[in-house]
């Protein structure tokens, strides 16, 4: 004997289904008429490494020319190319299947580890919120174009996001293997490491600092004049990475170099800046951390490190979801009193300003449509990543207790 649903839930379902049909449609029917304008160009780029390095070339001899950013090379460490050595046997339309799937997978099981938890503390169905977040997400200029240049960025946020959501909550001893594994892969998510010393997670930062250590080990024993070239020389130079001063580098490296242009940047001002944006960035993180709001945490720690970095390109900045999850999910507690409202207005506000601008990328419609206007204007709106991320690192609500176990990977 089966029992029906009750009616008012499968109203609330009907509705769900409705709005997730309606937004979903919205979506597909902006991203084809945007299309792929990057044409999976990074991906040819690491396809066509490969190819170069199989041949039986030098690996960091590879070169391809370019016309907006100069000369392009491969910068990834010889683990990455090791892991990504199997795109040589592949055609261009076979590698874009296999990185698809990939992506595809790394990024929906990231959504869904940042989802759950705020489904289920507002009573909300599990399937909705995800299916939303997910295409909502897709929206955004960081996700947009890293997909549609072939970034790896996606497995090395699914990489960090498994250790700090899923695993860790579990008190699993792999705790610090994603993390390593990221770090071996593009280095920059090392700071991740520093964050589990921040919060006195000493296994952790040990697993993730010698799990970095060994499978970069691996790669020397394979590669080993790759690997003594890279960490010797390819590692301190950073060339090869495009211009510094591109628009669309959002650290404060690119805006020194912006102001600096054509001369260099300022070594001495990027030192007198990123230091103190890292350090603060990091105590936040840890303050997070220790109230329970692990999600708060990494966001604060991948918002710091993006603007740190001497480049972070716009298709880097992950971090800007779960940032916007963090608000979402503030601004949807409960807020009796007058300054309860207020600071829940602030966070909506601050929530609809982030998506709107980064979705319709303000530094893309400076770039491209408005023939780069000079003076306030253009230092606005080409540096709008850089104001945005330290606006959230300022004010990135930390919600106390908010990390819960996960049950299923």
């Known amino acids: 004997m089966s029992v029906d649903a009750p009616s008012g839930q499968r109203f609330r379902t009907g509705h769900q289904v409705v709005v997730l049909a309606l937004v979903t449609g919205a979506f597909v029917w902006g991203h084809i008429w945007y299309e792929n304008r990057n044409h999976f160009f990074d991906l040819g780029i690491y396809r066509d490494a490969m190819r170069w390095w199989a041949e039986g070339n030098f690996l960091y001899d590879f070169s391809r020319p370019n016309p907006t950013q100069g000369v392009l090379e491969f910068t990834y460490p010889p683990f990455a190319a090791l892991l990504l050595r199997p795109l040589a046997w592949l055609t261009m339309p076979e590698a874009v299947w296999a990185y698809s799937i990939v992506a595809v997978a790394a990024f929906a099981a990231s959504i869904w580890w940042l989802v759950r938890p705020i489904a289920d503390r507002h009573g909300l169905s599990r399937w909705f919120a995800f299916g939303l977040a997910v295409v909502l997400a897709t929206g955004l200029e960081p996700i947009r174009e890293a997909y549609t240049f072939g970034q790896i960025n996606f497995v090395l946020w699914a990489l960090i996001l498994l250790d700090l959501l899923v695993l860790l909550p579990r008190g699993s001893r792999f705790v610090g293997v994603g993390i390593g594994l990221a770090t071996a892969i593009k280095l920059v998510p090392a700071i991740f490491i520093v964050y589990l010393l921040v919060t006195r997670r000493w296994r952790a930062a040990a697993v ?152 319709f990328s303000v530094v893309a419609l400076w770039a491209f449509k408005f023939d780069k206007p000079g003076g306030v204007v253009g230092v606005v709106m080409s540096n709008w990543y850089i104001w945005i991320m330290v606006a959230l690192l300022v004010a990135l609500p930390i919600r106390r207790g908010a990390t819960q176990p996960q049950v299923a990977v």
């Open 208 to 359: 993730a600092a010698g799990t970095a250590v060994a499978v970069t080990l691996l790669a020397w024993a394979v590669a080993p004049r790759e690997s003594w070239v890279f960490f010797s020389d390819r590692l301190l130079h950073a060339e090869g990475i495009g211009r510094v001063s591109y628009e669309f580098n959002q650290s404060l490296m690119g805006l020194l170099a912006r102001f600096a242009s054509p001369a260099e940047p300022s070594q001495l001002g990027w030192l007198m800046l990123a230091p103190p944006v890292l350090v603060y960035g990091l105590w936040r993180a840890g303050r997070a951390a220790a109230a329970g709001d692990e999600v708060a945490g990494l966001t604060l720690v991948g918002l710091a490190g993006s603007l740190a970095s001497p480049v972070t390109w716009a298709h880097h900045i992950f971090w800007v979801v779960p940032a916007l999850l963090v608000l979402v999910d503030a601004a949807l507690r409960p807020a009796d009193a007058t300054d309860a409202l207020r600071r829940r207005a602030g966070l909506v506000s601050l929530a609809a300003v982030t998506y709107l601008t980064v979705t």
